[in-house]
């Protein structure tokens, strides 16, 4: 599959990765699942209207454009926007914590109010909740506009995981120094880029966190870390746990794609089959729109109604193939194709038609990430997929980076930087205070940490947990799996405070119950 455009970033969601592959045709191709950072401006108000519950105020701190030079000139800082809310807060002087959501490539006020278990359990720790947002997204962009900052490789060169960590850790800091609060513990949150960046950050910066919960956080795809095709055979088991007649009619769909688009006035004919808004310009355009839903389908296979990317019923996969398979056989496999991703797509039955458009919204700055340092190889094998055959191409991607942006990807940087091979006996020794929380339907968990690394390093696994679904607010609907995995991030949370606050010889916490206070207890 070709597709004309290069356009990736992390999602949720997270993240969108820019991908180039050799597809059957020997042609380059560009396959990407779509990032959490389209979708903070797509449902952004939405999202906000419908979660006004939560309260915070907005405010802005001035970073510096470059932390690691000291070399100053006309643009030298910019203007970063966080958020911030006091209201459970125990105080300086009584210690209160810290409780620091690390910004996705997106607004930071979609990533808040999505962000619920911070918000569940800031009262139950007294915790003060802050969420600065990542530099060049949203409203935190240098050189004062997104036109100027997304101008060229120049003034995207500090568009970087480092940078971002360093704001992070510049602007707490700050904010505890004016707050007298240097002595509260920090604790780091995180999904998706924003899991990747908790970690890094606990890995990089331990003076300053004391833990962090990276949920979702896929730190191994990378280089050769996991197979390349761990992502779509992920997505593809998803689909084949509920119907191997879905699964097999999914797969057989994209050759019938080619052949209809080659009949005359078959693209025509395809945009009136899928209902676009517009005529498709090549069969590309469809199936990049259906292997979208099929990747966000799996992020956010969720055990009950949401509609964190799209409005959709609980274990939505499930439904999609239940549309699949109820027509007869011998029905046109595209028409059952439409049916189930409408599911997707429309489950509301708003919608007239829909777009195919890349984005929407203009230039992503995911791009220059993944064109840099965020290189995530990802192919797929059609025996264990139900996506057509790509391989990734290093010199195909290296080739529309340099033709984008005139850089060449370092593909080896980030392992380099933040580490990932042999993490198991790394991070044995060299790191503490991490939960990696995954999800098995969650495609991203290919590229997690699945296993307890030490008695600190630790993972959480939930067979039926889809992407940083423990980071969403708590639910009446909420399986019980679910509900022992937030407890036991709770109490884990907790024993990384009451050491730290042993440490200071000042008091301890004690959980009494949920939504409850937490009642200190002087040893001193």
């Not at 899991?195 to 300053?208: D, E, Q, V």
Request: aromatic content about 14%.
């Amino acid at each position: 599959m070709a597709m004309e455009k290069l356009w990736t970033g992390l999602l949720l969601l997270p993240l969108l990765f820019m991908m180039s592959y050799v597809g059957d045709a020997g042609r380059p191709s560009f396959w990407r699942p779509r990032t959490l950072g389209e979708f903070s401006i797509i449902n952004r108000e939405k999202s906000i209207l419908q979660s006004s519950q939560y309260e915070y105020e907005t405010k802005y701190f001035t970073q510096r454009l470059d932390h690691f030079s000291f070399k100053n000139h006309k643009n030298s800082s910019f203007q970063q926007r966080y958020l911030i809310n006091d209201k459970y807060w125990l105080g300086a002087e009584r210690m209160g914590p810290v409780f620091l959501y690390c910004g996705n490539e997106g607004y930071i006020d979609w990533f808040a109010v999505n962000a619920g278990f911070m918000w569940d359990i800031a009262p139950q720790f007294g915790a003060l909740l802050v969420f600065p947002e990542h530099r060049y997204y949203g409203e935190s962009m240098p050189y004062g506009s997104q036109s100027v900052a997304y101008k060229d490789g120049d003034s995207l060169s500090y568009l970087t995981a480092e940078q971002a960590l360093a704001d992070f850790a510049t602007l707490i800091v700050d904010l505890k120094k004016n707050l007298s609060a240097e002595a509260c513990p920090v604790v780091l949150f995180g999904g998706s880029y924003g899991g990747m960046l908790a970690a890094w950050m606990r890995l990089k910066y331990p003076h300053i966190a004391i833990g962090a919960l990276a949920s979702s956080a896929p730190i191994l795809q990378f280089e050769d870390i996991v197979p390349s095709d761990i992502f779509y055979n992920l997505v593809s088991n998803d689909f084949k746990r509920e119907s191997e007649n879905c699964f097999k009619l999914i797969q057989q769909s994209w050759e019938a794609l080619e052949i209809y688009g080659e009949r005359d006035e078959g693209l025509q004919n395809l945009s009136k089959k899928f209902r676009m808004c517009r005529d498709l310009k090549s069969t590309d355009e469809v199936q990049d729109w259906l292997s979208s839903a099929y990747s966000n389908l799996a992020m956010v296979d969720y055990p009950y109604p949401a509609s964190f990317l799209m409005p959709l019923p609980g274990y939505p996969i499930k439904e999609v193939c239940k549309v699949i398979d109820s027509f007869p056989n011998g029905t046109d496999v595209l028409d059952r194709i439409f049916a189930g991703v409408s599911v997707y797509y429309n489950y509301t039955g708003e919608e007239k038609c829909f777009d195919v458009n890349d984005d929407p919204h203009g230039e992503n700055g995911w791009n220059w990430q993944a064109c840099t340092e965020m290189v995530m190889p990802m192919s797929s094998n059609p025996e264990n997929s139900i996506f057509p055959q790509f391989t990734f191409d290093i010199e195909s991607y290296k080739q529309n980076c340099f033709n984008m942006f005139g850089v060449e990807p370092r593909p080896l940087w980030i392992t380099t930087e933040f580490g990932g091979h042999d993490i198991q006996k790394v991070l044995k020794y060299y790191g503490s205070n991490i939960i990696f929380s995954n999800g098995l339907l969650d495609p991203w968990s290919g590229g997690g940490v699945l296993q307890n690394i030490s008695n600190s390093v630790v993972a959480l696994v939930t067979e039926l947990g889809a992407h940083h679904l423990d980071l969403r607010a708590a639910t009446e609907n909420d399986p019980i799996w679910l509900v022992e995995q937030r407890n036991a991030e709770i109490q884990i949370i907790n024993n990384w405070m009451n050491e730290y606050y042993q440490n200071k010889v000042i008091y301890t916490f004690e959980i009494s119950g949920k939504n409850e206070y937490y009642q200190d207890k002087r040893i001193y």
